[in-house]
């Protein structure tokens, strides 16, 4: 059964850190394009970042960059996304998922990728 577990969310104060993790089964992650996404109360999906798998090459939106780190371990099969310097702005749910692809234009999917159930981050004092 393919799945993808995100975990590591929590509530953190501005400017705290916060290291998500999403653990695959029934595939393998290295083959795959590999994306975090997030989703505030209101708000569109945003994509936050991504991992090629064609060149191994990360991409981050402009909203996280410098603060965010994708990292992978395959041994674990499991992908992370270290979140530094949070701001409330950051809060929201948090997906990772497979892509079609991904570059510097953004992240993308279809209907036949596949999602973790989402974890909450919540930034505030």
């Known amino acids: 059964q393919v799945q993808l577990v995100e975990s590591g969310g929590g509530l953190v104060q501005p400017g705290g850190s916060l290291r998500l993790s999403c653990a695959a089964s029934g595939f393998t992650l290295d083959t795959y394009t590999i994306g975090w996404f997030r989703q505030a109360p209101g708000k569109a999906r945003e994509g936050v970042s991504c991992i090629s798998s064609s060149d191994g090459t990360i991409h981050y939106g402009d909203s996280v960059k410098g603060r965010f780190t994708f990292s992978r371990d395959d041994a674990k099969n499991t992908v992370y996304l270290q979140m530094n310097s949070l701001k409330p702005e950051d809060t929201a749910v948090y997906y990772c998922?497979?892509?079609?692809?991904?570059?510097?234009?953004?992240?993308?999917?279809?209907?036949?990728?596949?999602w973790g159930q989402g974890t909450q981050v919540t930034v505030s004092s």
């Open positions: 998922a497979t892509l079609t692809h991904c570059n510097y234009t953004g992240l993308y999917y279809n209907a036949y990728n596949y």
